[in-house]
C-alpha cells in the first residue's frame, strides 16, 4: 500500500499499533499520510466498487 501512494507522489509511514494479541502474528500497523493527502489516499487504496462491464449492460 505504501509504494502504491509513494507512485502517486503521496508521503507516506507505517505506524505500529502496539504489540499483536496472538504470537506470532505479526503486529498491526497502518499507514500514516499528511492531512491534505487523506482522500486521494483512501481513492487509491479503496477497492473498485462496481464492474465496469455490469454499468455498460445497464446504460444500454
Known sequence: MQ???AAHEI???V???GVSAHFGCGV???L????QDRWTALLLLSP?????EETLDKNS
Open 48 to 52: 473498485i466498487d462496481e464492474n465496469p
Open 3 to 5: 509504494q502504491i501512494l
Open 28 to 30: 498491526p500497523a497502518s
Open 15 to 17: 505506524v505500529s499499533q
Open 32 to 35: 500514516q499520510v499528511c492531512l
Open 11 to 13: 508521503p507516506a509511514r
